[in-house]
């Protein structure tokens, strides 16, 4: 295999052999193991003149939460030719925030019914995305991670997890959109801070960069449809309100697909991270997506 560079793999002459073994052959690799192998039996094999160029939809094709470490499923992603020729990095990471940065700088962090709100944990931290400081204490913490990894080509700068704390302030309140049922979209503001904060790395690592989610409570595309992204920000959607048997309402799969149109409109770079597995309390994964053909074609498109 070959580095590319944007951190992937290009695995051009392996795919090909796998697509030989298939046209050709009729092989399936349909689970991992030799349970999964399917191989028919031919007296003989005749082979037409071929002459075929192909190359994936998405740069990148991974499939998460299926023990992907375990040698056997490696090799079956490897045969079903999914790969990735950018490596996203798009997990949670609001947290770098030294334990005394909150007394040095509480006006970076979000602010709430008029009190600036420490931190619990590096974790837990909502910041005020409009704030110049939090776009330096962004730029300069980034810097730092590429000149200590100078082979990485990507960092996220996603949100912390789990329960928003929106800044009440007015730079931040000021570019919130109000439907007409009176509920407030919080997006602009998201894709403002992204949008800041590339600019700012792009500055001093005009080669890098960056990924985010677009994902629970600032999943729906803004109003504005004049807004672009960065072209160094790869937006990542996670459609939470989708995953699992979630999709079989039809106005579930309405909304996703207007998700998917809006922001595609803003970048060419949209990545989907689907979850095919239903999550369970307490993290447990159980229930797969049913393989009811409707769903599976309007989803899996």
Not at 97 to 102: K, L, N
Not at 227 to 238: C, I, K, Q, S
Request: with cysteine; charged share 20%; hydrophobic share 40%.
């Amino acid at each position: 295999r070959q580095y590319t560079p944007l951190g992937g793999f290009s695995r051009g002459t392996q795919n090909g052999a796998y697509t030989f073994l298939e046209t050709v052959f009729g092989v399936r690799w349909l689970m991992p193991g030799d349970v999964g192998d399917v191989v028919p039996r031919a007296e003989t094999v005749t082979m037409p003149p071929t002459d075929l160029t192909d190359a994936p939809d998405f740069r990148s094709r991974r499939l998460p939460y299926i023990r992907e470490r375990d040698p056997k499923v490696q090799q079956w992603m490897r045969r079903n030719k999914l790969g990735y020729s950018i490596l996203l990095v798009h997990g949670h990471q609001w947290h770098w925030f030294e334990p005394d940065v909150y007394d040095r700088a509480p006006e970076m962090f979000t602010l709430h019914k008029g009190k600036r709100i420490r931190p619990v944990n590096a974790a837990s931290a909502w910041v005020c995305t409009t704030n110049p400081k939090t776009i330096a204490h962004f730029r300069a913490v980034l810097k730092n991670v590429f000149a200590a990894n100078p082979a990485m080509v990507m960092n996220s700068i996603s949100p912390s997890d789990g329960s928003e704390l929106w800044c009440e302030c007015e730079q931040c309140t000021a570019l919130d959109e109000k439907l007409p049922n009176g509920e407030v979209r919080h997006t602009r503001r998201i894709v403002a801070f992204y949008n800041a904060v590339t600019q700012a790395v792009a500055e001093v690592c005009p080669d890098k960069l960056l990924a985010g989610y677009v994902y629970a409570g600032y999943v729906d595309p803004p109003l504005d449809r004049s807004l672009r992204f960065h072209p160094n920000f790869y937006p990542v959607l996670g459609a939470l309100f989708a995953y699992g048997p979630l999709a079989y309402r039809p106005e579930v799969r309405e909304r996703l697909h207007a998700c998917i149109e809006g922001w595609s409109a803003m970048t060419d770079h949209l990545s989907y991270y689907g979850f095919l597995p239903l999550l369970q309390p307490r993290g447990r994964f159980a229930l797969p997506v049913p393989p009811e053909r409707k769903l599976l074609k309007d989803l899996f498109p």
